[in-house]
């Protein structure tokens, strides 16, 4: 103990100074010093683990952040499907036939001189996900100052994926210039959406519209929308894919030959396998599939890495073919 006090603040300033990486970092209470207390949902301060992962495109810096754990429903993944053949499916992957977890991971990505964060969690709009809605702690955790973020683009505008950005303090926090890019065609579904062919539990769609809408307007004069695709930054262009919402996009990052897709909510793990199962969040099941196939078959193809709000965390892996389906094959954990 012959350098108190010092020690932990100089490895602070490490490691918001230089690239990211999977080193150990200091312990979340000291990072997390300047957290607003309603962002905490009374957890503990520590956590065990620092639910962030880093990883690198060419010169892009992508860190996964998990925004923690949904408890939802197993029938969820599949609301086409014989519940026999689903229960099968889950008990083939050591999964609980009633509560399905998933993962809900977001992003955050360094091209030039841009910091983008790409979907924000759940925030604390539903108290019965009290797993989830860690996101701008576990950024603050990160070192991410919200006042650095230069750009903000939102795959849709479900509420496990704008959240973060309406919890109490956040906006406050993010610079007047902010650009937030979302496709047109999802702001324009929001104003009116059609929830007809949806298989959601009890409660989200109206959490969903009420969302949906209050993210528009909170932020309307920070919006950036584009119709098909867009250039955010060096080597980073998100593209419209619609199905699972009319104006879904994905992120596709591109650097030095390497290559790495963010799929949004095109793919669930149950996806590979089973790419034609209907999840009960898709607004247009049918397209969401042929989405959701033309997608895994262009990631097999060029074998770029995979990383999707949903897969389990850190989640990047990479697509193989099998038969007439696909198979998930999970990237090494470079710690
Ligand atoms: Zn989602």
């Given at each position: ?19 990211w990486d999977n080193t ?25 683990v620092p639910s962030r992962y880093v990883h690198r495109v060419g010169?892009i810096d992508v860190m996964v952040v998990s ?36 993962a809900?991971n977001a992003v955050v990505v ?8 790409i ?131 994905v992120v596709r990052l591109a650097s030095g030959g390497d290559r790495m897709t963010f799929a949004?909510?095109a793919v669930f793990q149950?996806g590979f ?22 997608l895994l078959?262009e990631l097999a193809a060029n074998r770029e890495s995979l990383v999707a709000t949903h897969l389990s965390f850190p989640s990047v892996c990479h697509v193989a073919v099998e038969?007439?389906?696909f198979r998930w094959v999970p990237g090494p954990w470079e710690y």
């Open positions: 103990m012959s350098q108190p006090a010092t020690k932990p603040r100089k490895a602070v300033d490490e490691e918001t100074s230089t690239g150990p970092h200091p312990p979340v209470k000291h990072c997390a010093a300047k957290v607003d207390e309603r962002y905490m949902h009374g957890r503990p301060e520590h956590e065990l010169k925004d923690g754990v949904l408890s939802l429903p197993g029938a969820m993944l599949g609301h086409n499907v014989d519940p026999a053949v689903r229960a099968a499916w889950l008990e083939d992957q050591f999964l609980s036939p009633d509560v399905l977890e998933w809900l360094r091209s030039g001189d841009q910091t983008i964060l979907d924000a969690g759940i925030g604390g709009e539903f108290p019965d996900l009290p797993r989830a809605g860690q996101w701008a702690q576990r950024l603050a955790a990160a070192g991410i100052d919200p006042a650095s973020v230069t750009d903000v683009v939102l795959t849709h505008l479900h509420m496990d994926h704008v959240g973060g950005l309406l919890v109490d303090g956040v906006k406050e926090q993010l610079r007047p210039d902010l650009r937030i890019h979302l496709a047109a065609a999802e702001a324009e579904f929001w104003e009116s959406p059609d929830f007809s062919r949806v298989s959601m539990p009890p409660g989200f769609p109206d959490a969903l519209r009420r969302t949906g809408k209050r993210f528009l307007k909170e932020y309307h004069g920070l919006l950036r929308t584009f119709e098909n695709e867009h250039e955010v930054a060096p080597g980073v262009m998100v593209q419209r894919t619609g199905g699972h919402t009319p104006g879904h996009s949004g909510d149950v396998e089973h790419p034609d199962w209907f999840n009960g969040f898709e607004h247009d099941p049918q397209e969401a599939a042929r989405v959701r196939v033309s078959r038969g007439d389906a």
